[in-house]
Antibody, heavy 118, light 115 residues
Framework: QVQLVQSGAEVKKPGASVKISCKAS????????MHWLRQAPGQSFEWMAW????????TFSQKFQGRVTITRDTSASTAYMELSSLRFEDTAAYYC???????????WGQGTLVTVSS | DIVMTQSPDSLAVSLGERATINCKSS????????????LGWYQQKPGQPPKLLIS???TRESGVPDRFTGSGSGTDFTLTISNLQAEDVAVYYC???????????FGQGTKLEIK
């Protein structure tokens, strides 16, 4: 079954970091870019970054450059996204999504809710 | 930055009728090099991730009912849902890709309900 399975919900304090995993199955992991997006409560989607699983090269939205780290473990078919210096406004559902570099996202993880609260 | 604006923000349509959702981009998403519009449509139901319905403005994804039709080019796009079914209740989003710098931008969403 082709799917992306993400790690569970997180509650963090302001200033902390969070690391989310996304395990791919049912397809060849290195053949597709892996993107990270987020959706704040009641809002639309915001693209954050993507990684080329074949060589590990990341590309970031200018908004998140310097605060987001994305990595992958090809042996585990898993991608990771770490967001640092968390703020209240980072509270959102974070998604990994498969897709070409140029186009749309055809496979999504179930989402990971990150709550930033003091 | 490219801005995607959807209209309306919400609409209510009777079962069996047609729903029309519009998406306007602040600049063209038509790439002359390959004549493709880098525009997709997604459906998101409560508590679920989005589902890609339409890519390249008008190409229906595998398994998507032919009630869903995408059209348009350049800056103006439309998603039409014919013969509305109860399971079509959702929020619909358009999304574009831009390559310099790389950016993927979504519309604000349109909430579709049954009248």
């Amino acid at each position: 079954q082709v799917q992306l399975v993400q790690s569970g919900a997180e509650v963090k304090k302001p200033g902390a970091s969070v690391k989310i995993s996304c395990k791919a199955s049912g397809y060849i992991f290195i053949n597709y870019a892996m993107h990270w997006l987020r959706q704040a409560p009641g809002q639309s989607f915001e693209w954050m970054a993507w990684i080329n699983p074949a060589n590990g090269a990341p590309t970031f939205s200018q908004k998140f450059q310097g605060r987001v780290t994305i990595t992958r473990d090809t042996s585990a078919s898993t991608a990771y996204m770490e967001l640092s210096s968390l703020r209240f406004e980072d509270t959102a559902a974070y998604y990994c999504a498969r897709g070409p570099v140029t186009g749309n996202f055809d496979l999504w993880g179930q989402g990971t809710l990150v709550t930033v609260s003091s | 930055d490219i801005v995607m604006t959807q209209s309306p923000d919400s609409l209510a349509v009777s079962l069996g009728e047609r729903a029309t959702i519009n998406c306007k981009s602040s600049q063209s998403v038509l790439y002359s090099s390959n004549s493709k519009n880098y525009l997709g449509w997604y459906q998101q139901k409560p508590g679920q991730p989005p589902k890609l319905l339409i890519s390249w403005a008008s190409t229906r994804e595998s398994g998507v009912p032919d009630r869903f039709t995408g059209s348009g080019s350049g800056t103006d796009f439309t998603l039409t849902i014919s013969n509305l079914q109860a399971e079509d209740v959702a929020v619909y989003y358009c999304q574009q890709y831009y390559n310099s710098p790389p950016m993927y931008t979504f519309g604000q969403g349109t909430k579709l309900e049954i009248k």
